[in-house]
């Protein structure tokens, strides 16, 4: 059995990493160097930067974190925010980033998604997707940092998105994000049972409880957590140590 992967996610504004809830009322958290430096030393599997206003701002990813970010941290680095082209990509990777996240150029790009898993590889590109629920088991897809209503089903993008050579999918609840209530599971689920590659579980974790249901439950892949362990609340070790007595396999 493959181990589960703990991704803390470093949501990133005015080179400052920041929190919210539904997308909004930010506040801070740190230096994202620092921060990800302190997680990769205290056993995290991954890291995320998202570079939360980069595409909103028109403007590209914050390279020089990225590269600042490289230099500290040995383990895999995935950034995402900003990216429209393979230009940008290609600057990411150059500057240490090991994997991209695409969303909002994704969607308006399907053919980006297959022209990068082409040239760099898929195991490299990671598609996001913010989801919203409209009915009770139908979501919608937003983009521009959850601020724009697409009229793409999730269930049927996130198939679209394996197609066109997506090596992971890192699919957040907009309703639950911020709110420590726990994964969206039933969305968790549907998505992580209908794609064929890796799920990464974003948006409501509160405690480890909601950790183990990810996975348990919402068969995700990985699990994407920011406020549990920005503020805290809960450490990396505890929450491994929680997991694998409920037998969910880690990685120490």
């Known amino acids: 059995m493959l181990a589960k992967r703990i991704i803390p996610c470093l949501?990133?504004?005015?080179?400052?990493?920041?929190?919210?809830?539904?997308?909004?009322?930010?506040?801070?958290?740190?230096?994202?160097?620092?921060?990800?430096?302190?997680?990769?030393?205290?056993?995290?599997?991954?890291?995320?930067?998202?570079?939360?206003?980069?595409?909103?701002?028109k403007r590209k990813a914050i390279l020089n974190i990225v590269a600042k970010t490289a230099e500290q941290v040995f383990i895999p680095l995935t950034v995402g925010?900003?990216?429209?082209?393979?230009?940008?990509?290609?600057?990411?990777?150059?500057?240490?980033?090991?994997?991209?996240?695409?969303?909002?150029?994704?969607?308006?790009?399907?053919?980006?998604?297959?022209?990068?898993?082409?040239?760099?590889?898929?195991?490299?590109?990671?598609?996001?997707?913010?989801?919203?629920?409209?009915?009770?088991s139908s979501w919608q897809v937003y983009i521009n940092s959850g601020r724009t209503p697409t009229n793409l089903d999730v269930i049927a993008w996130a198939k679209e998105v394996e197609k066109l050579g997506a090596g992971e999918i890192l699919?957040?609840?907009?309703?639950?994000?911020?709110?420590?209530?726990?994964?969206?599971?039933?969305?968790?689920?549907?998505?992580?049972?209908?794609?064929?590659?890796?799920?990464?579980?974003?948006?409501?974790?509160?405690?480890?409880?909601?950790?183990?249901?990810?996975f348990a439950e919402g068969k995700a892949d990985a699990v994407l957590a920011a406020s549990i362990f920005h503020y805290g609340e809960f450490s990396l070790k505890e929450t491994k140590e929680f997991l694998q007595k409920k037998g969910i396999e880690m990685r120490f």
């Open 11 to 57: 949501d990133v504004k005015d080179k400052r990493v920041v929190k919210g809830i539904h997308f909004l009322n930010l506040r801070d958290a740190g230096n994202p160097v620092e921060n990800a430096t302190f997680y990769s030393q205290a056993g995290a599997d991954e890291i995320v930067f998202l570079d939360i206003t980069a595409t909103i701002e």
């Open 81 to 136: 925010g900003g990216i429209k082209n393979l230009e940008d990509i290609r600057m990411l990777l150059k500057s240490g980033a090991d994997k991209v996240s695409i969303n909002t150029s994704a969607v308006k790009n399907p053919e980006l998604i297959r022209q990068a898993s082409e040239t760099f590889g898929s195991q490299c590109i990671v598609v996001a997707i913010d989801a919203k629920r409209i009915q009770n």
């Open 171 to 214: 699919l957040t609840s907009m309703d639950r994000d911020g709110t420590k209530k726990g994964y969206d599971i039933p969305l968790l689920r549907i998505v992580s049972e209908t794609v064929n590659i890796p799920v990464i579980a974003s948006g409501g974790a509160g405690n480890p409880e909601h950790l183990y249901q990810a």
